[in-house]
């Protein structure tokens, strides 16, 4: 059970949209449509942002979108802002009621 | 609104356990929709998945870690705990315990604010 990829880094100006990929295998994305994202500021516990591959959980803006496409989900925000500057985390199911994370991505609202 | 505390000491001898405790605040702790579980986070690093326990005290693990690893749970007090044996510095990380949705395999709703663990003599 390894850990997801994800980039570490990733940038978009205000207004502009940005994906950030997660990318596992046939036993953990690829097999299973339980994809989670999380936010998490410095500091801060994550923020649960998205689950089974697309849906928010209340109160998460539609500025925020998942989907997934063979063994790689991607995360978009749409109409960036101040406040989406951020550490983003993936996690996905992996079988025998085990779940594996990803390595993070930095946002940065340029 | 569900509040999860974590509590214990924040620094561990090598070779030692490391024993945390989550007091869950709310009406949702004996239901079966969730389980109760411990993430942690190197500082600087990713999220981990440590495991995760059901009220009725069924438990899974990280396969990496299932030989040092127990999580129990204290109906009586609302409470889970963590135990992790035969610490290194690499055990040094942020623990946060957390609410599980059972429904879609584990994700995460609910964290407690974290609680840093550091592992030196």
């Known amino acids: 059970q390894s850990a997801l990829t994800q980039p570490p880094s990733a940038s978009g100006s205000p207004g502009q949209s940005v994906t950030i990929s997660c990318t596992g295998t046939?036993?953990?994305?690829?097999?299973?449509?339980?994809v989670s994202w999380y936010q998490q500021h410095p500091g801060k516990a994550p923020k649960f942002m998205i689950f089974?591959?697309?849906k928010r959980p209340s109160g998460v803006p539609d500025r925020f979108s998942g989907s997934k496409s063979g063994n790689t989900a991607s995360l978009t925000v749409s109409g960036l802002q101040a406040d989406d500057e951020a550490d983003y985390y993936c996690?996905?199911?992996?079988?025998?009621?085990?779940?594996?994370f990803g390595g993070g991505t930095k946002l940065t609202v340029l | 609104q569900l509040q999860l505390q974590e509590s214990g000491p924040g620094l561990v001898k090598p070779s030692e356990t490391l024993s945390l405790t989550c007091t869950v605040s709310g009406d949702s702790f004996s239901s079966s929709h969730y389980s109760w579980g411990w993430i942690r986070q190197p500082p600087g690093k990713g999220l981990e998945w440590i495991g995760t326990?059901?009220?009725?005290?069924?438990?899974y693990y990280n396969p990496s870690l299932k030989s040092r690893v127990t999580i129990s749970v204290d109906t009586s007090e609302n409470q889970f705990s963590l135990k992790l044996t035969s610490v290194t510095a690499a055990d040094t990380a942020v623990y946060y315990c957390?609410?599980?949705?059972?429904?879609?395999?584990?994700?995460?709703?609910?964290w407690g604010q974290g609680t840093l663990v550091t592992v030196s003599s």
């Open positions: 046939s036993s953990d994305v690829g097999a299973y449509n339980y």
């Open positions: 957390s609410r599980h949705v059972v429904r879609v395999k584990y994700s995460v709703d609910y």
């Open positions: 996690s996905s199911y992996a079988g025998s009621n085990t779940v594996v």
């Open positions: 089974e591959v697309s």
């Open positions: 326990i059901f009220y009725s005290g069924t438990t």
